[in-house]
């Protein structure tokens, strides 16, 4: 190999769909990547269910840094259409309660639906696909890429760093981001792992498997749960007290191909600590078979997957920004599978970390203070997903006590997506890529709108009083008005809303496109002071010309396949071979 092919500004080590994002978008302006991957594509990784944070924030991405491929992440036509028919659509957030030895009963259930189109649904990435298709999208774009290349130390002088691996040799970058996961190479060579400061205590066991039987066809009818859309169509959580299982189906959509589903049971260590001399695959069906609605469930279904039993899930690292060096989140910090904030916590650093390392590039300044907002905040979100999750696990001890404490979640995701929205709503305005700067001045920072000092007093509070539940300082019914009675003093809730009724277990209705546009409505005349003018302002107008070129798009897709399918039935030669120019080929031209 040359030895400018062994130099480069960023080395990205880690493969993954973080790793390889940030890729594409450094090598899209300019920047001389190298991308590392230990293993090969495609390759088994956890982590599939999006949220509409993470997805409104996959646009962000796209558009700020011009790389519309990562927009083909953000819904689930886009991504059937242009990564993988193997994904699983995920219409809703579906939280089933259970009592040991009780078929589970249709009052005691909550649902939180994702938006519908144009700006969703949301998606079960089957990561193998998606990941390997980032991958590609990053090294068409510049990177230089090697897989099976293990790193096995990195050696930070005055300049840069050498990466050495196991066997390519060694590489020079001025900068190093490690996007390894649990076993990243920077947190073990700089001593950075530290015991989790963290209130959450979990661990997990999880495998793919094939014939998980839809849950509706097991569940109580609809005409009494009353839930909206399908619990197949969406991540499903089974509760119970200490734990929770996850079943994220790939093969719940007409047009999918795929025939797996992943599952996986979460355990509060104190409560379930890991058994002596019993296997991951007898632990998870012994957790099965105590609930039988989750065992009528899994009747007939098989792992195709050997099962995973890891010990506590939680780790983290003292920092996460060095001099000449950065962690992704994964390689950082991780919580919990509950509310799949991994993928969001990912995609908003992706977004600050992208323009300042393109900055230190140009400008060949790579002092750590550039950085200092990473640090910050990458610390700070995992600090609120430990609160959000560890007071979950205490609110599946009743099932009251979690339809109190969810809607909470809901009011932030809320406000949440609207800061994404919001900031791309500026963009389409203007096209300016500065409209974007937004999303890092109050009250956009961070994620969940935890940087609006309205809504981090609701959380903190409801939170404050689900501890004291915890702790024997309230009884149940003590926390849940409590938390009823600081959602209503907050006035975050939407009037169109069923938020503030205890019976209404989908109480953000849904997120289809007349009931969208009530929501901004609301937001925009009759929401408080605190909220009119900072969020839904102009997404309205946005909503509507999305519909029409999603709607667009779908129709001319299906005259073109009806077009050659009747052209093939008469003709042989074709010109769908020929390579016509992409946007990209025109952008990397100029």
């Keep these: 190999m040359q030895e400018d092919q062994r130099v480069f500004d960023v080395a990205v080590v880690g493969g993954g769909l973080g790793g390889t994002m940030l890729a594409a978008i450094l090598a899209r302006h300019g920047v001389r990547v ?9 390759r088994f990784a956890i982590g599939e269910s999006t949220v509409p944070e993470t997805t409104f924030g996959l646009r962000v991405l796209a558009r700020r840094y011009d790389v519309p491929e990562i927009e083909h992440l953000a819904t689930n036509g886009a991504l059937r259409r242009h990564v993988s028919s193997n994904c699983g659509v995920k219409r809703n957030f579906s939280f089933v309660y259970h009592r040991e030895g009780e078929p589970t009963r249709a009052e005691e259930c909550t649902q939180y639906p994702t938006w519908g189109p144009p ?185 195709v997957r050997p099962y995973v039993s890891t010990d506590r899930t939680q780790f983290s690292s003292r920092t996460v920004v060095g001099d000449r060096w950065c ?41 750590p203070s550039r950085f200092a907002y990473l640090e910050e905040w990458i610390k700070r979100m995992f600090r609120f997903y430990d609160d959000l999750v560890s007071c979950s696990y205490v609110a599946f001890d009743d099932f009251e006590l979690w339809n109190a404490w969810n809607r909470v979640w809901t009011i932030t995701t809320l406000y949440g997506t609207n800061a994404q929205n919001q900031a791309a709503v500026a963009f389409e305005k203007t096209h300016d890529p500065a409209s974007f700067d937004a999303l890092e001045t109050p009250p956009y920072r961070g994620l969940q709108g935890v940087d609006n000092p309205w809504v981090e007093q609701l959380f903190n509070r409801s939170r404050d009083a689900v501890l004291a539940y915890r702790d024997g300082q309230l009884t149940k019914d003590q926390a849940v008005e409590r938390i009823f009675t600081l959602l209503r003093e907050s006035e975050l809730c939407p009037a169109v809303w069923g938020t503030l009724d205890p019976e209404d277990r989908c109480p953000s209705g849904v997120f289809t496109l007349w009931p969208l546009m009530k929501l901004l409505l609301w937001g925009k005349f009759r929401s408080p002071r605190h909220v009119r003018g900072a969020y839904f302002t102009g997404g309205a107008r946005l909503v509507g010309k999305e519909a029409a070129q999603v709607y667009g798009a779908e129709l001319r897709r299906g005259v073109s396949q009806v077009h050659q399918t009747a052209r093939d039935m008469w003709c042989n030669w074709n010109r769908d071979w020929a390579h016509r120019p992409t946007s990209r080929d025109i952008r990397m031209k100029k």
């Design 34 to 42: 190298l991308l590392l991957e230990g293993s090969g594509h495609p």
């Design 119 to 303: 700006l969703g649904p949301d998606s079960h990435y089957l990561r193998q696909d998606v990941d390997a298709y980032m991958f590609h999208v990053a090294v068409s774009y510049g990177a230089t890429a090697h897989t099976h290349t293990v790193v096995d130390d990195v050696k930070f002088e005055e300049n840069g760093a050498t990466i050495v691996t196991r066997d390519n040799g060694t590489f020079q970058a001025s900068y190093v981001v490690d996007a390894g996961g649990v076993r990243a190479v920077l947190p073990e060579r700089l001593g950075l792992r530290q015991e989790p400061p963290y209130r959450t205590r979990s661990r997990t066991v999880f495998t793919h498997m094939v014939n998980v039987r839809p849950f509706d066809t097991v569940a109580p009818p609809r005409r009494l749960h009353g839930m909206p859309s399908p619990f197949s169509q969406g991540t499903l959580h089974h509760l119970f007290p200490g734990g929770w299982f996850w079943v994220i189906p790939f093969d719940n959509h007409s047009a999918g191909t795929s025939e797996l589903c992943s599952v996986g049971v979460n355990l509060d260590l104190d409560r379930y600590p890991r058994p002596e001399g019993e296997g991951a695959e007898e632990e998870f069906w012994h957790h099965v078979r105590r609930f039988p609605s989750v065992a009528a469930q899994f009747e007939r279904a098989r792992a």
């Design 327 to 367: 962690l992704l989140p994964h390689a950082s910090d991780f919580i919990d599978p509950l509310f799949s904030s991994g993928l969001a916590v990912t995609v908003m650093t992706l977004n600050a970390l992208s323009h300042r390392l393109i900055d230190a590039v140009r400008h060949d300044d790579f002092d």
